[in-house]
């Protein structure tokens, strides 16, 4: 079993029993290894990886506040995103945070956000269908976005609903719109 060395400096992990050199000196020890020796050595490897990873980036918290619900029936389902191709409906975007919650509860909080740029859409499925229901493209259920943007026609453009989170734990209050 090898490991991949530049510079003196371990990346990319095992490498099987092969060993790949990068023009500089390789060290290993010529004698056979056990089973624990080989899991150690993969743990580490393994540790040292795990500590380059972006995801070890600063975060922080957020806490939505929802008002104005015209009814505690249903429930309201959140998805805050940084991505705006996938705003306001977060279907291609696999970083999106989704939540589904009981219509009863007002506040949603959120843990371990990194550092950045995102906006919140809200919609109160009154009905439990999963969907936002609407009658002749006007919607007939409760919606709302983060900075409680004018809506006009269609859903407001991410820069409308934009808000960006830093060191300090941010709150966004949402308040609720019903047009039917």
């Not at 095992?14 to 060993?19: A, D, K, R, Y």
Request: net charge positive.
């Amino acid at each position: 079993m090898g490991y991949i060395f530049a510079s003196g400096t371990m990346f990319a992990g095992l490498t099987g029993e092969s060993v790949v050199s990068t023009n500089c000196p390789i060290v290993r020890d010529q004698q056979p290894i056990g089973p624990a020796q080989r899991f150690t050595r993969r743990l580490g490897a393994a540790l040292i990886l795990v500590g380059l990873l972006p995801g070890a980036a600063l975060t922080t918290t957020l806490d939505v506040t929802i008002d104005n619900l015209r009814s505690d029936r249903g429930e309201l389902r959140l998805c805050l995103t940084a991505d705006p191709k996938n705003f306001p409906g977060c279907i291609d975007d696999a970083r999106a945070v989704t939540r589904s919650v009981p219509a009863t509860m007002h506040k949603v909080h959120f843990d371990d956000l990194p550092y950045g740029s995102y906006a919140v859409a809200v919609i109160h499925d009154a009905n439990g269908n999963n969907k936002l229901d609407t009658l002749l493209g006007i919607p007939r259920e409760g919606f709302g976005f983060s900075r409680n943007p004018i809506i006009r026609f269609g859903p407001p453009r991410f820069s409308s609903a934009r808000f960006d989170i830093g060191a300090a734990p941010d709150q966004q209050e949402i308040k609720m719109r019903y047009l039917l």
